[in-house]
Nanobody
Framework: VQLVESGGGLVQPGGSLRLTCAAS????????MRWFRRAPGKERELVAQ????????IFADSVKGRFTISRDNARNTVSLQMNSLKPEDTAVYYC???????WGQGTQVTVSS
């Protein structure tokens, strides 16, 4: 199983980033996919999730209305579009397949002026 996150970086408050996770080694279309984040000194937080056929999405209250999650089952990728970014969104972001005990290396998102 491999989960490879990309797309992080440094962005100013109010800016946007799009994170992408490339998944391999398991039947991607069978799994709920999630994005988590871990900020310095804080617990890991579930940010968003999407069901296998992309019919249902869930978001943390802190990101509702600003983040969207999508998936491309033909390419085995899941993406997180992050708009109106705030300094408190600064964290390492990870994707995860629900029920599988594997994590990628994460991608750092820093929101700062």
């Amino acid at each position: 199983v491999q989960l490879v996150e990309s797309g992080g970086g440094l962005v100013q408050p109010g800016g946007s980033l799009r994170l992408t996770c490339a998944a391999s080694g398991f039947t991607f279309t069978s799994y709920v996919m999630r994005w988590f984040r871990r900020a310095p000194g804080k617990e890991r937080e579930l940010v968003a999730q999407i069901t296998p056929a992309a019919r249902t999405t869930i978001f943390a209250d802190s990101v509702k209305g600003r983040f969207t999650i999508s998936r491309d089952n033909a390419r085995n990728t899941v993406s997180l579009q992050m708009n109106s970014l705030k300094p408190e969104d600064t964290a390492v972001y990870y994707c995860h397949a629900a029920g599988l005990g594997y994590w990628g290396q994460g991608t750092q998102v820093t929101v700062s002026s």
